[in-house]
């Protein structure tokens, strides 16, 4: 057996063990996109424009909400189990829901997310609830959002301060 066809066994035999070792072809874990994050402002001072339309509904502390779409593009399901950020002393995800003709909000310890799905933050659904900000957030500021997903690990975000739409 000459070298050439020696070197061409441990080459496609090399090239094999990869894809093995790899996977299938297109297989893949999540895939994780967050498109365009915003939150609503908020006082620091004590004066709450978050999740709620301004009520003090966490024992006075200024909040805030962020909203953004989580976007799955791969093979396999992942679930979002916390958020951080240095502008708020507690961050909790949360959905809110009518209870009668009251909406609630109330923390959620995670939130599922389909392979080759997506799932949505919106006003008046799931949010991150920001609580007991350090700093003002006016419109047109930004500050980083860590997403922690259960898969996918930590993902950072920048987030928008925005009015949000009627």
Known sequence: MSWIKIWRVVFAGGLLWTLVACGAP???GPQIQIVDPWA???MSG??????????GGHGGAAT???????????????????AATDVAETVELHETRMEGDV????????VE????????????????????????LKVGDTFTLTLRFEKSGEKQVTVTVKEMNP
Do not use: C, T, W
Request: avoid cysteine; charge should be positive.
């Open 46 to 55: 004590g004066m709450s424009m978050g999740e709620g339309h301004g009520h």
């Open 113 to 136: 997310v389909p392979a080759r799905g997506q799932v949505e933050f919106r006003p008046r659904g799931l949010h991150v609830m920001l609580i007991g900000l350090r700093r003002d």
């Open 103 to 110: 909406a609630k909000m109330h923390p959620v310890p995670r």
């Open 26 to 28: 297109g297989a893949s």
């Open 40 to 42: 609503r402002p908020g």
């Open 64 to 82: 805030s909400a962020v909203y953004f779409v989580v976007r799955n593009e791969g093979d396999q399901p992942d679930a979002l189990i916390g």
